[in-house]
C-alpha cells in the first residue's frame, strides 16, 4: 500500500470546501432527527425543552452527542472518496497521459481525421500544420493501421520538418477510432 499516496488523497479532500458543506448538512440533519424529530415521534409536546433538560443534565454527553453528528458523515465522506481514488489510482494516472508524454500522443478517426490530441501534441501539430494522421505517417503507413492488414506497431517513422524519428505504437478503441503513440528516438 503507499502511504504517501493516501496522504496526499487524504489532504486533498480535507481541503475540499465540499466535504465541509456535505458534513454540515447532513450533520444538521441527523441532529434535527435525533434530538427534535425523535423526541416529537415519542410524544413529547416540546422537543426543544425536552433537549434543554438533557443538556441541562447532562452537558458533556449532549454536546459529545452533537459532534459525533457531524463528525460521522465527515469521517465517512472522506473515506468514501480516498478509496474510490486510490482503487482508480491507474485509470486516473492514465487520464493525463496525453497531456504528460512529449511526444506526439492522438486520436484519429479511420479516415485519419484527428479527433483527440494532448497538449505537447497539439503545439507540434499547429507548427508544422498537420490536420490528419497520414500528415504525420504517411499514407501507406495510415492505410496498414486502418486495415489492420500488417501490425505497424514498432515501425520507424522519419518527421522529415523536425529531421527526427519516432517509433510507432498504436491502439483501437472502442468507438472504431485509433489511438496513436509516437516515441521520439534518441538521435
Request: charged content about 25%; some cysteine.
Amino acid at each position: 500500500m503507499d502511504f504517501r499516496l493516501l496522504q496526499r488523497l487524504i489532504a486533498e479532500k480535507l481541503f475540499d470546501r465540499s466535504t465541509y458543506i456535505v458534513a454540515a448538512v447532513v450533520g444538521s440533519l441527523i441532529n434535527a432527527y435525533g434530538h427534535l424529530l425523535v423526541p416529537w415521534f415519542r410524544g413529547a409536546p416540546d422537543p426543544f425543552a425536552v433537549f434543554a433538560g438533557e443538556f441541562g443534565a447532562r452537558p458533556a454527553l449532549s454536546l459529545f452527542s452533537i459532534f459525533l453528528a457531524y463528525a460521522f458523515p465527515l469521517c465517512v465522506g472522506i473515506y468514501s472518496s480516498v478509496a474510490t481514488r486510490y482503487k482508480t489510482r491507474r485509470f486516473e494516472s492514465v487520464a493525463d497521459f496525453p497531456d504528460r508524454k512529449p511526444d506526439p500522443v492522438f486520436r484519429a478517426a479511420p479516415n485519419g481525421r484527428i479527433v483527440e490530441l494532448g497538449d505537447a501534441t497539439r503545439v507540434l501539430f499547429e507548427r508544422y500544420e498537420i490536420e490528419s494522421a497520414q500528415a504525420i505517417l504517411g499514407e501507406e503507413v495510415w492505410r496498414d493501421i486502418v486495415s489492420k492488414r500488417v501490425s505497424a506497431c514498432g515501425r520507424r517513422i522519419f518527421f522529415e520538418p523536425e529531421d527526427a524519428s519516432y517509433v510507432l505504437s498504436h491502439a483501437p478503441t472502442s468507438n472504431e477510432e485509433i489511438n496513436i503513440y509516437l516515441t521520439r528516438l534518441p538521435v
